[in-house]
C-alpha cells in the first residue's frame, strides 16, 4: 500500500496531505470541532471565516443580527483563533484560517502570533454587503491592487498564503491569479460557482499555484472532473457530511492506487489543460498542440528538446516500436495503443508505471512553461 505522499504527492505548509478532499469554511459553522468529526477523510480543512480586525468584526456582528447568517464573534481573534489552532493540533489535517480582514497590516499581524502553524487563506469570497463595505471579502476581487498588497504582506512573514475567491468577479480572472503568483500566494481555493470547468482550465492555463476547487463536488464524477482540468485537490462546505467525505476519500485513494496519477488531465485534444502537454505527440500536423504551445510561448524545437532531455535515462525513453520511437510521445493509458501498449509489455512498464512517469514529465515541462515569475504590481 503506497503512502499519502506517494500516492497524491501533495505537500501543503510543509505537511504531507492524506488525501486531496478538503473542507472549506462556512462563517458560523466551520470551527475546529467541525473539523476534528471528520478528520478521518479530509487532508485539509479551512476553519472560518474569522473577523480579525474591527471594521470586519462589526460586519460580522452586523450580519449576525440580521439573523439569516451565523458568524463567529468574539473580542479577541487572536485568542479565539488560538484556541481553535491548539484543538486542531490532535489531528493529522493540514490547518488553514480563513480570514477577513480590512488591511495588509491586520493579516501581518495574525501571521506574527501563529507563524507557520496554518496556512492563511484571504477571505476574498465574501460577498455580504457589511463584509465588502469593510474592505473585505468580494472587496477584493474588485480591488485587485489591495488584494495583492496582503498577500505580499503575509509572504513577507514567511508563511504560506491561500485566497478564497470566486470567479467571475473580478475583472478579468486570469490577470488577476497571474497577479497573486507573482505577489507570492501559494494557493488558489477556487469557487467556480457555475462556470464549470472551462474556468478552471483557463487558470491552471495561467499559474503553477496549487488549486482547490469548490462548488458542489460532492460525486466522484464530479471529482474527476475538476481534478482532471486542473484542480489538485477538491473542497466541500455546506455539503461536507462525513459519509459525502469519506465516499470521496475512498474513491480518489482507489483511483490513485489503480491509475498511477490521481489528478491526470484530459488530452489536450479532448479539452487538457497544458499539463496534458505530457501526452503530446510530435508537432507534425496541425491540432490542438500548435496554438497551445504558441500560449506557453515554447516553440517547436523547445518543446521537443524538452520532453527528450527530461526523458533521459528513464523508462520512457524508448519506444522503437511507437508512432514516434520513444514513450514521451505517447497518449494517455485511457486511449486505446496497441503500439503503446506493446512497447509497455515488452519492457515490463505497468501502466500504473507509465502514468507516474508522465507526471513526472508533466512536472518538468510546468516548470518551463512557468519559469519566470511575472511582476506582482496589480492595479
Not at 83 to 107: C, M, Q, W, Y
Request: overall charge neutral; charged content about 25%; aromatic content about 6%.
Amino acid at each position: 500500500m503506497m503512502d499519502a505522499f506517494e500516492r497524491f504527492g501533495l505537500i501543503v505548509n510543509d505537511h504531507v496531505v492524506r488525501t486531496p478532499v478538503a473542507i472549506a469554511s462556512m462563517a458560523g459553522v466551520v470551527d475546529a470541532r467541525y473539523v476534528l468529526d471528520r478528520k478521518a477523510h479530509a487532508g485539509v480543512a479551512f476553519i472560518g471565516g474569522y473577523a480579525i480586525d474591527r471594521p470586519t468584526m462589526d460586519a460580522a456582528r452586523e450580519i449576525a443580527a440580521g439573523g439569516e447568517r451565523r458568524e463567529f464573534l468574539y473580542d479577541d481573534p487572536v485568542a479565539a483563533l488560538r484556541a481553535e489552532i491548539d484543538l486542531l493540533k490532535k489531528s493529522d489535517v493540514v490547518t488553514g484560517i480563513n480570514l477577513r480582514g480590512s488591511s495588509p497590516a491586520s493579516f501581518a499581524a495574525l501571521a506574527d502570533a501563529f507563524g507557520d502553524e496554518v496556512v492563511y487563506e484571504i477571505d476574498a469570497h465574501c460577498r455580504q454587503a457589511p463584509m465588502v463595505a469593510a474592505g473585505a471579502g468580494e472587496f477584493y476581487l474588485k480591488n485587485p491592487g489591495a488584494l495583492v498588497a496582503v498577500v505580499k504582506a503575509l509572504r513577507e512573514k514567511e508563511v504560506t498564503v491561500s485566497v478564497k475567491m470566486r470567479v467571475g468577479v473580478a475583472a478579468d480572472d486570469r490577470a488577476l491569479v497571474r497577479a497573486l503568483w507573482g505577489a507570492g500566494a501559494d494557493i488558489l481555493h477556487i469557487d467556480l460557482m457555475d462556470t464549470g470547468v472551462a474556468k478552471l482550465r483557463q487558470i491552471r492555463n495561467s499559474c503553477p499555484l496549487l488549486i482547490i476547487a469548490n462548488n458542489s463536488i460532492t460525486t466522484f464524477d464530479r471529482m474527476r472532473e475538476m481534478l482532471s482540468h486542473g484542480a489538485d485537490l477538491v473542497s466541500l462546505a455546506r455539503q461536507s457530511d462525513e459519509r459525502t467525505l469519506a465516499g470521496l476519500d475512498a474513491a480518489i485513494t482507489r483511483y490513485a492506487d489503480e491509475e498511477g496519477w490521481y489528478n491526470s488531465p484530459k488530452q489536450l485534444c479532448r479539452g487538457g489543460d497544458v499539463r496534458a502537454l505530457t501526452f503530446c505527440c510530435m508537432p507534425v500536423k496541425e491540432c490542438p498542440l500548435i496554438p497551445s504551445l504558441s500560449r506557453t510561448g515554447l516553440s517547436k524545437e523547445e518543446y521537443v528538446r524538452l520532453k527528450l532531455d527530461a526523458v533521459k535515462g528513464t523508462p520512457l525513453e524508448c519506444g522503437p516500436n511507437t508512432c514516434f520511437g520513444s514513450l514521451a510521445w505517447c497518449c494517455k493509458t485511457s486511449s486505446p495503443c496497441m503500439f503503446r501498449d506493446m512497447t509497455l509489455a515488452q519492457d515490463k512498464i505497468s501502466k500504473k508505471e507509465y502514468m507516474r512517469r508522465k507526471r513526472e514529465l508533466s512536472d518538468t515541462i510546468m516548470s518551463r512553461v512557468f519559469h519566470d515569475v511575472p511582476p506582482y504590481e496589480c492595479s
